[in-house]
């Protein structure tokens, strides 16, 4: 005989479906009212008996995106990890339990789903209580100290804060003009072609002049990203900063490359563009094996000049070069292969945790080879060096005047 459902545990269990969607949306996943719908409907028809049957009705009810399915993993390993409440759960809403051996979790998607839980556990002990979110760049926290605080003077928290703050930083870049055009009747070029192909279908007579514009396009990015040891900290975040960057499709960005380098260069671009950004650090942490390591910035350029340099610069690619210049070997090959990098690129931008310091001064011989080849020269050390690294990408004027300062002390 199934004994009767306590109405009091299916309302509990109701509420707490909600508190795990409200999670999941925290952690990134999109969850609507109606999924919501679906998956209570579900639970209170199909039953369940094992954790493992609730783990999949929720999955197959609230998940429609592969990569979401880590995230969720991680979750519900840590919304439902209280064996007390969701097993007496179980004993009041079916006739049967059989306990099953909760999953390994993974290492990828921990701290996005711990981030997540932390405001849901909330909502679980004070359900009156209404979570304020703000969305607004570099201020949702609260905090103006994290703003301008060093990424390697940073705590775990602030750490976590920051990479938070940079998934919403932008990078805007103008269109460039291509020689190819197009037809436009207000462009500022005749098309004689045009107008003649017009004028056949009409015997010959030519009732206006067709005109054409030049076509524009939008620049493709390349990031070079230094991950010896003394740029451990900094690269880990500028890599989340690519990341965000190569997602952003709406940002005017054409397509995005990415490479890492120390005593080796290893492209890591396919690894950016999963959506996860800590399964795509955690992919590229795999793929490079020279984290931490030493730094060859001259060999890896005459690899990148040798073997990718055709195939990812096209006509007018930004290149981001992110190192802080601290070159341990011959810097005439660093010479050479950075005056071929500036020739290939459109324009190249380095990017120096160095210029933190107060009085900087090109000391270091790699620095002062580097100088002589780079169009911008920008800070890379806080969210507020970031912040106007986006804000001054599209003024030609305000993102030269740190170059031109630092060249004066050559």
């Given at each position: ?30 969850v ?10 579900a639970?209170?028809e ?10 999949h ?19 519900f ?8 409440f969701?097993t ?10 059989e ?33 304020m ?9 609260g ?9 390697d ?14 998934r919403?930083l ?6 460039i003009?291509t ?16 107008t ?6 009409r ?21 070079l990203?230094?991950?010896s040891g ?6 880990r ?6 990341h965000?960057?190569t997602?952003?499709h ?23 563009r ?16 020279d ?11 005459a690899?990148f ?27 005439d ?5 950075a005056?071929?990098?500036s ?16 009085g900087f ?9 580097l ?21 001054a ?18």
């Open positions: 005989m199934t004994p009767a459902v306590d109405h009091d545990a299916e309302g509990r269990l109701v509420e707490n479906i909600l508190h795990f969607t409200h999670a999941l949306r925290k952690a990134g996943v999109k609507g009212t109606a999924q919501v719908e679906t998956a209570i409907r639970v209170a199909a039953g369940f008996s094992k954790r493992i049957d609730f783990y009705i929720l999955r197959a009810t609230l998940i429609t995106r592969a990569e979401h399915l880590e995230v969720f993993h991680q979750v390993a840590m919304f439902w990890r209280d064996p007390d969701l007496s759960l179980m004993h009041m809403l079916s006739p049967q339990l306990s099953e051996p909760e999953r390994r979790k993974p290492d990828a998607g921990q701290r996005r789903a711990e981030e997540a839980l932390s405001g849901a556990q909330q909502h679980k002990d004070h359900p009156q209580r209404d979570e979110e703000r969305q607004a760049i570099l201020t949702w926290s905090r103006e100290v994290i703003r301008r605080k060093d990424f003077q940073m705590s775990a928290a602030e750490l976590a804060e920051a990479e938070r703050a940079v919403a932008d990078l805007p870049v103008k269109p003009r020689r190819r055009t197009r037809p436009d009747r207000y462009g500022a070029r005749p098309d004689p072609r045009a003649l192909r017009a004028a056949r279908r015997a010959g007579e030519i009732e206006r002049i067709e005109r054409k514009a030049a076509r524009t396009r939008h620049p493709d990015l390349v990031a990203c230094d991950i003394s740029m451990s900290v900094y690269s975040m500028l890599l989340r900063y690519m965000a960057v997602h952003a709406d940002r005017g960005w054409g397509h995005v490359h990415a490479f890492t380098f120390g005593t080796s260069l290893t492209n890591v671009t396919r690894a950016l999963q959506n996860d950004p800590d399964l795509a650090l955690a992919t590229v942490g795999r793929e490079a094996s984290w931490e390591g030493g730094t060859r910035i001259g060999a890896a350029l690899r000049n040798r073997e990718w340099s055709r195939r990812v610069l096209t006509s007018g690619a930004v290149v981001i070069l992110i190192t802080d210049g601290l070159e341990r070997d011959d810097l090959l660093l010479d050479r292969e005056a071929r990098l020739r290939s690129a459109g324009r190249l931008i380095w990017l120096n945790p160095l210029l933190r310091w107060e001064a090109p000391l270091a011989g790699g620095v002062r080879t100088l002589s080849h780079v169009d911008s020269f920008h800070a890379c050390h806080s969210l507020d060096s970031l912040q106007a690294l986006s804000d990408f599209g003024q030609r004027g305000l993102r030269d005047r740190m170059l031109a300062e630092v060249r004066t002390g050559l």
